[in-house]
């Protein structure tokens, strides 16, 4: 065993951890068999012998005339690395090149990929246009929807960073092992402890199978399996591979030429090349085992659920389902296609929403036609009613481009709440007619381009009368636009403040529209009245694309920022930027009396908490918060979405409990044409 260091960044800090895992050679020893039409590849013009072949001495014949078979494109890359491979097979062929080439170092050896071509760099972050990399023309490149997250690309608050990380200090002095060349058939358990690891070489030996200890690895970078005796891709390898590898699906070249590989692999890497070979190891892999059933976490003591027996509760979802024409492969390179599907994906959604059967559902990221023709009627037999409204581009598209857009939708019980009236807030609408706002470069680049919303429900118990308002938010994902998602709050904020006094004016109603008391020896009370906004229990869930001690965070916690903090990024909106935020709801998020969960969205390069939902203290209490996935089950999956959670986001849901009545005097009736 030859241990040696090596300059390879840990995957998970690389600036290119894309990049770095870009070649996982598994060619062999042997040629492939004829396929359906294709010459096998011994027989290809100029193909490479084996680095164990013997020559072939042929009988002398008179020169005969042959037609030359044409290499399809991707085998061609099969060749050109296979021939590079040939030359390491000597036993621990790269240490002792790597030591030759690094005698006079003062430091540890450093150790190179021979086959890769050193990439050059721009802005010290090597450029992929010079790595060697099996190109696929047949797959059109699939840009993402406009304003989406990728599944590499996180909804942070650093400008710099690409996710929240903490640095690890180095425990081992070396982090690459050259196991090539030793002609080894098996691989001992012990190897798999080494978890350092970034590099391992196991070419030009005689394994015929990975045991699928392999995944526990989960700081490997590069991998070589080249020239040995694999009769089938391991499963682990397209399945379990830990996300901090960088996942399977960013695999730009799969050497197996010479393997006894099943001709049914080998077709499709000749036909169209690794990332279809990968796709389909991805979509035949077993669905693992579905994850324990997310606990409630109970926030009350004995105590008060004794006290709080006449309390009225309602339960509050949030849930960003992700959108149709947002799923796709490119994003979520790493879901299985018909996990990623939508026709998969709505009845994982829908049967979610059903089996916690919240009294209110706030949904972002839902186009009108998934609203009005699946979830709509689907959840009117339960009893539900909701409102919808699309993201403002939809104000300057055609009827049938409209209902392709993704918006926000919110559902409630209708059997216990009355819709009193919905209002959406255009955050880019409003600040455009607003005089304290700026019209400068800041105002129309920055905020202007975003057409983000917030749907407000004001709802009414038709039991009791009692009022309460369902605010639905989506916000910018982008880092580099948190100034942007903290205007878009303090729009959100005073549009709230608005509608909640405009609420506190709508008189009570009339007694024809009081349901009949149970108990006429006991008549329910009259309908509460309400002197302002801030007397009406307020719940304000969504995506709010910001982590704890984001500028977002803090302004909704604490119910201030200054104009000084660092999320305003020195642009400048007016009276916003030149006087800080502010609100007086006394907001408090819901998880706070456990810590917030460890996460609500869930890719390879990203998790974090950016849902939430905020409460009213001066109104509601919290009893109970649906809890976090299992950790264990959160370890084996690369990321989300998967067979078991159909989007990149999980709900996030609590039950809150009415404080007790407060003394509220009766303001006068505001006329019914007014609007909030």
């Known amino acids: 065993m030859v241990a040696f260091a090596t300059p390879y960044a840990h995957p998970t800090r690389c600036p290119a951890r894309a990049r770095c895992w870009n070649a996982l050679p598994i060619s062999g020893l042997r040629s492939c068999p004829s396929l359906n039409g294709f010459t096998p590849i011994t027989h290809y013009h100029q193909s490479p012998a084996g680095p164990h072949s013997q020559p072939h001495r042929a009988a002398a014949s008179p020169p005969v005339a042959t037609a030359v078979a044409q290499i399809p494109k991707h085998w061609q890359s099969q060749l050109d690395h296979y021939d590079a491979c040939r030359k390491a097979g000597a036993p621990h062929t790269r240490a002792r090149n790597a030591t030759s080439n690094t005698r006079n170092a003062s430091k540890g050896v450093a150790i190179t990929d021979p086959n890769r071509i050193t990439p050059k760099l721009q802005n010290g972050i090597p450029n992929d246009d010079t790595a060697p990399k099996e190109t696929n023309d047949d797959e059109p490149t699939v840009e993402g929807p406009e304003g989406h997250p990728s599944s590499t690309v996180a909804p942070v608050k650093s400008p710099t960073l690409a996710r929240p990380a903490v640095s690890r200090k180095a425990e081992n002095t070396w982090n690459a092992l050259d196991l090539g060349g030793m002609r080894l058939k098996n691989l001992a358990p012990t190897l798999f402890h080494f978890l350092h690891l970034t590099t391992l070489y196991l070419n030009h030996n005689q394994l015929t199978h990975i045991p699928s200890a392999i995944s526990h690895l989960r700081n490997l970078a590069l991998l070589d399996l080249s020239a040995n005796q694999l009769e089938a891709l391991p499963q682990n390898l397209a399945c379990t591979l830990p996300p901090e590898i960088g996942s399977l699906h960013q695999l730009r070249m799969l050497g197996i030429e010479g393997n006894p590989l099943q001709a049914s692999l080998m077709q499709i890497m000749q036909e169209r090349g690794t990332q279809a070979l990968i796709a389909h190891l991805r979509d035949m892999c077993p669905?693992?085992?579905?994850?324990?059933?997310?606990?409630?976490?109970?926030?009350?003591?004995?105590?008060?659920?004794?006290?709080?027996?006449?309390?009225?509760?309602?339960?509050?979802?949030?849930?960003?389902?992700?959108?149709?024409?947002?799923?796709?492969?490119?994003?979520?390179?790493?879901?299985?296609?018909?996990?990623?599907?939508?026709?998969?994906?709505?009845?994982?959604?829908?049967?979610?929403?059903?089996?916690?059967?919240?009294?209110?559902?706030?949904?972002?990221?839902?186009?009108?036609?998934?609203?009005?023709?699946?979830?709509?009627?689907?959840?009117?037999?339960?009893?539900?009613?909701?409102?919808?409204?699309?993201?403002?581009?939809?104000?300057?598209?055609?009827?049938?481009?409209?209902?392709?857009?993704?918006?926000?939708?919110?559902?409630?019980?209708?059997?216990?709440y009355r819709l009193v009236k919905h209002s959406t807030i255009d955050f880019a609408q409003v600040a455009i007619q607003r005089d304290d706002f700026l019209k400068n470069n800041d105002m129309f680049d920055r905020l202007l381009a975003r057409d983000h919303i917030a749907l407000v429900t004001l709802m009414e118990n038709r039991k009791t009368g009692g009022r309460l308002i369902v605010a639905n938010a989506y916000l910018l994902w982008d880092p580099a636009y948190r100034d942007v998602k903290l205007i878009q709050t303090g729009i959100l904020m005073e549009m709230l403040k608005e509608i909640a006094d405009w609420f506190a004016r709508y008189p009570p109603r009339p007694p024809s529209e009081r349901e009949p008391d149970p108990d006429p020896s006991n008549p329910l009370p009259p309908d509460p009245t309400y002197a302002n906004?801030?007397?009406?229990?307020?719940?304000?869930?969504?995506?709010?694309?910001?982590?704890?001690?984001?500028?977002?965070?803090?302004?909704?916690?604490?119910?201030?920022?200054?104009?000084?903090?660092?999320?305003?990024?020195?642009?400048?909106?007016?009276?916003?930027?030149?006087?800080?935020?502010?609100?007086?709801?006394?907001?408090?998020?819901?998880?706070?009396?456990?810590?917030?969960?460890?996460?609500?969205?869930?890719?390879?390069?990203?998790?974090?908490?950016?849902?939430?939902?905020?409460?009213?203290?001066?109104?509601?209490?919290?009893?109970?918060?649906?809890?976090?996935?299992?950790?264990?089950?959160?370890?084996?999956?690369?990321?989300?979405?998967?067979?078991h959670f159909p989007s990149d986001h999980i709900c996030v849901m609590c039950e809150f409990r009415l404080k007790k009545d407060q003394t509220r005097s009766a303001p006068p009736a505001p006329s019914l044409n007014g609007n909030p």
Request: aromatic share 12%.
């Open 287 to 416: 669905v693992p085992m579905p994850p324990p059933e997310r606990a409630w976490r109970i926030l009350q003591s004995g105590a008060e659920r004794k006290a709080q027996d006449d309390s009225e509760t309602f339960t509050v979802l949030s849930y960003n389902i992700l959108w149709e024409k947002a799923a796709t492969s490119t994003m979520y390179g790493y879901t299985p296609s018909w996990a990623l599907s939508w026709n998969y994906r709505k009845e994982v959604i829908l049967t979610e929403l059903m089996n916690h059967d919240p009294d209110f559902m706030c949904l972002q990221e839902v186009d009108s036609a998934q609203y009005e023709e699946y979830f709509l009627p689907h959840l009117a037999e339960r009893g539900y009613e909701g409102v919808y409204s699309p993201r403002g581009r939809a104000r300057n598209l055609s009827e049938n481009e409209r209902r392709s857009v993704d918006g926000s939708a919110t559902f409630f019980k209708s059997a216990k």
């Open 533 to 643: 906004g801030k007397e009406i229990p307020l719940v304000l869930a969504g995506d709010f694309n910001s982590i704890p001690g984001s500028g977002v965070y803090d302004f909704l916690l604490e119910g201030h920022v200054p104009s000084n903090h660092p999320d305003f990024m020195d642009y400048s909106y007016g009276k916003f930027t030149a006087d800080g935020l502010r609100h007086d709801f006394g907001l408090r998020s819901a998880y706070a009396g456990i810590g917030e969960l460890p996460l609500t969205n869930h890719t390879p390069s990203f998790d974090g908490v950016i849902d939430y939902i905020w409460h009213a203290t001066s109104t509601l209490a919290v009893n109970a918060v649906l809890g976090e996935v299992d950790q264990e089950y959160l370890s084996k999956v690369i990321g989300f979405p998967n067979p």
